[in-house]
């Protein structure tokens, strides 16, 4: 429960200061205007704009920024409209800007670097970790990436290498190199005086890595081992070594899966020979977990990608137009399918208006079992042995509430008509067009998965042209049987 108040006072916090620039941004614009229908000769006009706005609002505006962390203000540029985005971007502190830009989506993002110049993108990258560095390189100018590597001492430069040699979906690509590690030879007297020599530690810094001479990796050194224990005890007689290892060429989806089963805070990544490499964090795994659902829920709906909700008109109409056209498709072949029964419509015309019932019901039962199974997968639970008994489930559960409320519908079709063939009908078709949209329910994600790709993407589209084009199949098909 406190977490939750945490998590709302949080929210709170955010939009709070969210208005507040907002506030500040129409007091600007509302100055703004007024100083421009005023019938003075340009350059005073100019001069009563600097004076009267820059002085006050905007000043006032960057003193609020200057406050804020830098994932406060990515929230709030994520809600401007275009023009106030590139506003405040111009107002923030040049330090935030490489963290930022980390912190804002990839959207959003694009739209704050094309307003940055070359040297303005250096700096801000210069300012970042190694990891951060590779995470931002997709999106950079190539020249841009050149200097920066170019600035970076070697150690970084290989590290920076290393870190974009992996796939964004690898612990390769979630792994920093910011961690503390003691020999196990050593004693606790002397990690202690090590750990007070430096400034500050890591980020979620909850244990100490422990390697051999040759960088090998041993095990972990909780730090609160280091507190209790006596000063003169070796590492190695105290460090723990049944811990979970990771490895650069590991899924991420595997990681997080760990973080999440073992409450890890922190992971070692270790290389092909034994050795240390680097390190997974928690909060890099929450960004990645948070990541993919938002993908998932975009990919479910069709989206090609992740849109910025102020861009522009043409922009987003092109990010949906793929499965727009793909649904448009399956829509006329629905109605050729319609089509091919017009003279039992026009003798039954009440089929016309049941038709839409064993379609919808079939369909989001259908999209039921895919959130099912899609979340079944990411979590690893769905194996070539158990995917036979899934099925026999799923068509078990759809012959359930085939018969459940495929009765219902037959009812009620008899209540509206008093046709006891239409209600039996009416039921038959409900029952086995369940039972189609718990077998693509469950069909496409596998396949999708086996082929390599997302089992999200655009799975809703296909299910409810499978399902619709199959109900209306079933039940006019079922109609001209026993209707006619």
Not at 108 to 133: G, H, K, N, P
Not at 328 to 346: D, M, N
């Amino acid at each position: 429960m406190t977490n939750i108040k945490q998590e709302r006072h949080y929210t709170e916090n955010v939009q709070d200061h969210l208005k507040q620039v907002e506030s500040l941004l129409q007091k600007h614009s509302l100055l703004e205007a007024v100083v421009h229908r005023q019938e003075l000769p340009r350059n005073d006009r100019h001069d009563l704009l600097d004076t009267l706005v820059h002085k006050q609002h905007i000043a006032e505006l960057k003193r609020f920024l200057d406050n804020l962390h830098p994932a406060d203000i990515a929230y709030i540029l994520e809600a401007l409209p275009i023009e106030q985005r590139l506003l405040v971007w111009s107002l923030v502190k040049a330090e935030h800007d490489g963290e930022i830009l980390i912190e804002v989506s990839d959207a959003v993002r694009d739209s704050l670097i094309a307003a940055m110049s070359r040297d303005e993108l250096q700096e801000a990258t210069e300012q970042l970790d190694t990891d951060e560095i590779a995470d931002l390189a997709p999106d950079l100018p190539q020249q841009v990436i050149r200097e920066v590597f170019k600035s970076l001492p070697i150690g970084e430069r290989e590290q920076l290498r290393a870190a974009m040699s992996y796939p964004e979906d690898s612990v390769g690509a979630l792994m920093d190199f910011n961690m503390i590690h003691v020999r196990e030879d050593v004693t606790l007297e002397v990690v202690s005086r090590y750990l007070r020599r430096l400034d500050e530690l890591p980020d979620h810094t909850d244990q100490v890595f422990v390697v051999d001479r040759n960088d090998r990796f041993k095990g972990v050194l909780p730090i609160n081992l280091i507190v209790v224990n006596e000063p003169e005890v070796i590492v190695g007689t105290l460090m723990l070594t049944d811990i979970i290892q990771l490895h650069p060429d590991d899924k991420a989806e595997q990681a997080a899966q760990a973080f999440e089963r073992y409450d890890l805070v922190s992971a070692p990544v270790v290389d092909e020979d034994g050795k240390l490499f680097g390190r997974v964090t928690v909060n890099v795994v929450l960004d990645f977990i948070r990541e993919e659902s938002e993908t998932e829920l975009l990919n479910q709906a069709g989206l090609r990608e992740e849109e910025d909700i102020f861009a522009s008109v043409w922009k987003s109409a092109q990010n949906r137009w793929l499965w727009l056209a793909l649904n448009l498709c399956t829509a006329f072949f629905a109605s050729r399918v319609i089509g091919t029964f017009e003279g039992t419509i026009e003798k039954f015309v009440a089929l016309a208006t049941l038709m839409p019932i064993v379609a919808g019901i079939a369909g989001n039962s259908a999209n039921q079992t895919t959130a099912i199974i899609i979340r079944s997968l990411a979590l690893g639970q769905i194996t070539h042995e158990n995917a036979r008994r899934m099925l026999l489930k799923e068509l078990a559960i759809g012959g359930l509430n085939g018969v459940v409320w495929g009765g219902v519908a037959g009812l009620f079709a008899y209540y509206l008509y008093h046709s006891i063939p239409l209600g039996i009908v009416m039921t038959s078709a409900m029952l086995l067009n369940l039972m189609v949209g718990a077998s693509v329910g469950l069909a496409i994600p596998l396949v999708m998965q086996k082929f390599g790709r997302d089992p999200a993407i655009g799975s809703s589209v296909m299910i409810t042209a499978i399902t619709d084009s199959g109900g209306f199949f079933i039940f006019l098909g079922l109609a001209t049987i026993f209707l006619i």
